[in-house]
């Protein structure tokens, strides 16, 4: 108990919030914002149905004493909390015109307590309000999310990059191969979901299959990662295609598994590219060793790079974006779709 116990109630919410939660982002957030108006999206995002639980919904809510809501915690859990829980927060919002000072920072801590996990981390947080307070309160590690990238150099001309200069592609060849799989169950018994791996946050079956497999909007392509001649999946690499211009690129925003085969990678990832006439593929993370990905063919965007790799695509942006990260575990490689970053802004996807 402290002083804001006087003022606010903070509870994890049920499924009979969830209007009074996307009013709330209607007025204080944004009035088009896909979970102000998406009520079934919604539901999907925040929903515990993967982990059988029907009625609590991920948002830690602060409540003022008309029980009406002043502040959220919207929150991403990849594993039921007996299955050694990671979570990703996902929006964090308060009403700015409350009287009592550092709102926000109680309400993050309230959802710490309330939401006991082994760490916390997400990508695409907000570099003005949260990386401050999650340096000094908390003391995450932050930083900007690496963009690693792989040009199709049997292109003469781009329209989605723009190439001031060209950088060398060269990756080294080997005999690891990517399965397309349709569905969860063509990695049953093939991949171990119970494996736990170094320098990565734990991921349930029951999160894969619905965050990849079974996305309402988005369709990704889910690959199995292995030898050759081999049947077990080493680890699952989750991918977005997105056509812009007459031209598709194919963004890599997940990875499951051990970290090491990101290097062994060049030879299936060129094949691919080429298959399917990407202009280029990319993959975001915070942070993996330059050297490690520059095997399979990645070449790191620097910050002050001139070759542009866009990052926005709804609406498309030409632009270098800088996508900030927060996480409690230094260790932890984290990616793209970790948190809210690789979400829809509307149902056209």
């Excluded at 710490?112 to 995450?140: C, D, W």
């Excluded at 194919?250 to 060129?270: C, M, P, Q």
């Amino acid at each position: 108990m402290n002083k804001y116990d006087n003022y606010f109630k903070f509870r994890l919410a049920t499924v009979q919030d969830i209007d009074a939660i996307m009013a709330f982002l209607k007025n204080e957030w944004s009035e088009s914002h896909i979970l102000a108006n998406d009520k079934a999206f919604f539901q999907w995002q925040y929903g515990n149905d993967q982990f059988g639980d029907t009625n609590t919904i991920n948002v830690v809510l602060m409540l003022d004493k008309e029980e009406q809501i002043v502040g959220i915690n919207g929150f991403i859990s990849y594993a039921a909390e007996g299955q050694g829980r990671y979570v990703s927060s996902a929006i964090t919002k308060v009403k700015p015109d409350l009287e009592i000072p550092l709102c926000g920072v109680e309400l993050i801590k309230r959802f710490k307590q309330l939401v006991p996990a082994n760490a916390y981390y997400s990508s695409g947080t907000n570099s003005k309000t949260m990386i401050p307070i999650g340096e000094r309160v908390f003391h995450y590690t932050t930083g900007i999310m690496q963009q690693f990238y792989i040009l199709n150099d049997q292109m003469d001309t781009y329209k989605i990059v723009h190439i001031e200069h060209k950088v060398p592609m060269d990756y080294e060849h080997t005999k690891m191969v990517l399965e397309l799989l349709t569905d969860i169950a063509d990695a049953e018994g093939r991949f171990d979901f119970s494996k736990k791996v170094k320098f990565q946050g734990y991921k349930s079956k029951e999160f894969i299959n619905k965050r990849y497999f079974q996305h309402p909007i988005y369709k990704y392509c889910i690959y199995g990662v292995k030898e050759e001649e081999g049947e077990a999946f080493s680890a699952l690499l989750i991918g977005r295609e997105i056509e812009v211009h007459q031209r598709k690129v194919l963004r890599l925003v997940d990875f499951i598994g051990d970290i090491s085969n990101l290097a062994k990678l060049g030879t299936a990832l060129h094949q691919l590219m080429y298959k399917n006439q990407y202009e280029y593929m990319d993959l975001m993370a915070g942070t993996l060793s330059v050297e490690l990905m520059s095997q399979s063919g990645f070449v790191l965007r620097e910050l002050e790079d001139t070759n542009i790799i866009p990052t926005y695509f709804e609406p498309f942006v030409q632009e270098n974006i800088n996508i900030w990260y927060q996480k409690s575990d230094p260790d932890i490689v984290i990616f793209k779709a970790d948190g809210d970053q690789d979400r829809p802004n509307s149902r056209k996807g």
